[in-house]
């Protein structure tokens, strides 16, 4: 580990020999992940990689069997999910997972949860600094609407916005927990070839003017080329590429995993 | 023949104009436009408040053969209702507003009642202490705190109490936490049935329950500086029940007031969040535990008031106050009103504990008077249960969001619900376990 460790400074987050069992299947089978600070960095694989099991073991919603995960210098593994994302963790869902019943604007507040502070008394007295920070909250929680693309539907209900608005408004939500690293678990997906790119030059957007890294789950490897720095591949919980996208897209066992042997003959 | 008509209904419509003008009533419709929005969505409320304040100067000159119901509640009911409206209240915060199926809410009004009886009667009458005390001989032994103060130490412990009862099960989802609150909804009633020899102590004085218990009042110094009354019982009828209405009324009030301050704070909005969805409240920040827990204790808190000031109003808490029916009676106010709508709540609460109290004996004396012969009569409180389920299950097919829904509930409705039932594109609550698993979508590399 003292080897490591000036390494480990430059990177945001460390996963060191991660492992997953559920039963006898082996989902994630001691993997190795950095991500630098101030990159995005891709995972990819196929159905059933082990991308997601990987992505909740990070955000705390799995345990991971074995395997120690360091975020900004301090241990999260297997911390409850509300201190990782205290810690700087934001994340997305791969099957939207807003509150449905809950307007734009209250998806976004309840993400800045966790950097509030108003307490049950102060609520319930209306304390100038409670309101006070209640207004603030709310008006970055705009500018965070605005930002993330949604104009104008900040008092709809989420479940009424238009699929495409519905990914942006769960980025503007993970954005309001205040990330150091941003997890967005198969943004794209669903989307069509126009919201897709639209949604990818967000993604620049937000890369260039927020000082955090993102970790970009995917599948479709056509997405990941363009938006990542680098690209580390999955398959059958093992990591079985990584670097550029470039030496991925010609990497024989990437092709064999996604396409079969026969494509690599 | 149809332009005469047209005609006549010009005029008959020019002349409820010329009407309408001549007695000034437009002016104050205008007027009454041209007030701020919220004094006009405040106006209502305060309409209701005044109403209710004045409730014991104008309840003895009503009407008391209006059909079907005959009567409004004499005062001494109206007290009990408010009180069970202060439940419902309390009960929505921890059912409507965070989502968690509570079956258990009694033992939140029990222990209210015994803290109350613990600290304000001679039940320990080996000690001999007195704070506070209005109208107690300094000589009687036990414990005589003043009824005003252990209010508040009643809605504290019955907090405490709540999350307690909350740590272990708060873990649970769904039907296991009903479960298991309807568990400690039947073990609090038991105890304090049986609690009358701990090892030779005498804690609740078992079946025969605690009483008397000491009534609120000001005391002799503010009964000769403003007359105000030393004790509420001391004072001749309709005296003594009007004190208590008006103190219930105002502790409703302050519930209302705590409970919409609460739901519209960074607490409420956390709450929502985990009725919403649980695991994607906790992926933002939400500490599940710790928020529900704090909805819990809030719900116990007013419980444990509501609890402590239906002991000192009578004089006393029994055991047999306490039963499992209360826990599902207060469940039915909360759905009847809509769950997460406090005004519903309010409204429904009231409706229904008159109904138990006052309503439905009213109604079967009327019905058997008016409708049926005497030879068949029928006893209708005595269906009382089977008519709240009645009730419940008709809520359930015409109205399901309740009588006032939740704005948020409310507006899904008048939306339709496009998007969600006629085009299955996606779906907002799929997922598995964990609710972030994998799911094929067309338009992707298949594997080989």
């Not at chain 2, 073990?187 to 025969?208: E, K, S, W, Y």
């Amino acid at each position: 580990m003292s080897e490591a460790a000036p390494e480990m400074n430059d990177d945001l987050l460390v996963a060191a020999q991660i492992r997953k069992e559920f039963g006898g299947l082996l989902a994630v089978n001691d993997l190795d992940f950095t991500i630098p600070q101030r990159s995005i960095v891709s995972l990819i694989g196929p159905n059933g990689a082990g991308k997601t099991t990987f992505f909740n073991m990070l955000t705390g919603l799995y345990k991971p069997t074995a395997g120690v995960v360091i975020f900004d210098g301090q241990d999260v593994t297997a911390k409850p999910p509300h201190a990782i994302t205290k810690a700087g963790i934001g994340r997305t869902f791969q099957n939207i997972r807003l509150f449905p019943q809950m307007t734009a604007l209250e998806n976004v507040l309840v993400g800045m949860h966790s950097r509030l502070k108003g307490g049950i008394l102060g609520s319930i007295l209306g304390t100038p600094r409670v309101r006070r920070e209640e207004r603030e909250a709310e008006e970055k929680a705009r500018e965070l609407l605005r930002f993330s693309g949604l104009r104008g539907v900040d008092d709809e209900l989420a479940e009424s916005l238009s699929y495409g608005d519905q990914r942006r408004l769960e980025v503007a939500r993970a954005l309001a927990t205040e990330p150091k690293l941003l997890l967005l678990d198969e943004p794209t997906a669903g989307m069509n070839p126009q919201e897709t790119v639209a949604f990818l030059n967000f993604v620049a957007k937000l890369r260039e003017e927020q000082p955090i890294s993102i970790l970009l789950i995917e599948h479709d490897m056509k997405v990941v080329m363009g938006a990542s720095e680098r690209v580390t591949v999955l398959d059958y919980g093992e990591k079985i590429a990584e670097g550029t996208p470039r030496e991925i897209q010609h990497d024989e066992r990437v092709i064999e995993a996604y396409l079969g042997k026969a494509a690599t003959s | 023949m149809a332009s005469a008509g047209r005609r006549a209904r010009a005029s008959v419509r020019g002349y409820r104009k010329r009407a309408v003008s001549a007695s000034g009533l437009d002016r104050v419709g205008t007027a009454w436009q041209g007030l701020p929005e919220r004094v006009r969505s405040l106006a209502p409320v305060v309409i209701v408040i005044a109403l209710a304040v004045t409730y014991p100067f104008y309840v003895e000159s009503l009407p008391t053969n209006i059909p079907v119901i005959l009567t409004f509640p004499p005062l001494h009911d109206a007290v009990t209702i408010l009180v069970f409206v202060m439940m419902a209240v309390g009960l929505n915060i921890v059912v409507g507003y965070a989502g968690l199926l509570d079956l258990g809410y009694v033992a939140f009004y029990a222990i209210g009642a015994y803290t109350c009886g613990w600290l304000a009667s001679g039940q320990f009458q080996q000690v001999h202490f007195h704070f506070g005390s209005v109208g107690i001989a300094s000589n009687s032994g036990g414990i005589h705190i003043s009824v005003w103060l252990v209010l508040l130490i009643a809605g504290i412990v019955t907090a405490v109490g709540g999350i307690l009862i909350g740590l272990p099960t708060l873990r649970l989802r769904g039907d296991y936490l009903a479960i298991v609150t309807l568990g400690f909804g039947e073990i609090i009633p038991q105890f304090v049935r049986n609690a009358d020899n701990l090892h030779g102590f005498d804690l609740t004085h078992g079946t025969f329950g605690i009483s008397p218990i000491d009534p609120p009042g000001f005391g002799h110094t503010l009964n000769s500086a403003i007359g105000l009354p030393v004790r509420y019982d001391e004072s001749f009828p309709p005296t003594p029940d009007r004190l208590f209405f008006w103190t219930v009324l105002g502790l409703l009030l302050l519930t209302v007031f705590c409970s919409m301050r609460l739901r519209d704070s960074r607490l409420g909005r956390a709450w929502i969040a985990i009725r919403e969805d649980e695991t994607a409240a906790g992926a933002m920040g939400i500490p599940l535990m710790r928020t529900k827990t704090w909805a819990y204790a809030g719900g116990a808190f007013f419980g444990g008031i509501a609890g402590a000031y239906i002991a000192t109003f009578n004089s006393g808490a029994f055991p047999t106050q306490f039963d499992f029916n209360i826990s599902v009676f207060l469940l039915c106010m909360v759905i009847l009103g809509g769950m997460g709508s406090l005004w519903g709540v309010v409204v429904a609460g009231t409706i229904l504990a008159w109904l138990n109290f006052d309503g439905l004996g009213n109604i079967g004396s009327w019905i058997n008077t008016n409708v049926l012969p005497s030879s068949h009569q029928i006893d209708v409180p005595k269906y009382s249960f089977g008519i709240y389920g009645v009730i419940i299950v008709l809520m359930m097919m015409f109205r399901p969001t309740g009588l006032i829904p939740e704005s948020r509930r409310k507006r899904e409705i008048e939306e339709g619900t496009r998007g969600t039932l006629d085009e299955p594109l996606y779906d907002m609550r799929a997922g598995n376990e964990a609710g972030a698993g994998e799911r094929g979508t067309s338009g992707r590399i298949p594997r080989g």
